[in-house]
């Protein structure tokens, strides 16, 4: 799919979030990556096969200076 050279990651690729963006859609809070994937704004995704990755983001900054 991707004709980027070098190639973006594949969507199964542990680096898929790397693929460039072709589609933004900022208002409803997601992205279409060159790779097929569809990233949302709260880090979940949807793969071009159809299955799902839960949101993985990391905690806040501020949480961890306790």
Do not use: Y
């Not at 990651?9 to 060159?34: F, K, N």
């Not at 097929?36 to 990755?53: N, Q, R, Y």
């Amino acid at each position: 799919m991707c004709t980027h050279l070098p190639p973006c990651p594949s969507a199964d690729a542990v680096d898929r979030e790397a693929a460039r963006v072709i589609t933004a859609v900022p208002e409803q809070g997601w992205s279409l990556l060159c790779n097929g994937v569809i990233a949302f704004e709260d880090t979940g995704e949807l793969l071009p096969d159809g299955s799902c990755i839960e949101p993985h983001r990391g905690p806040a900054q501020h949480a961890l200076a306790a």
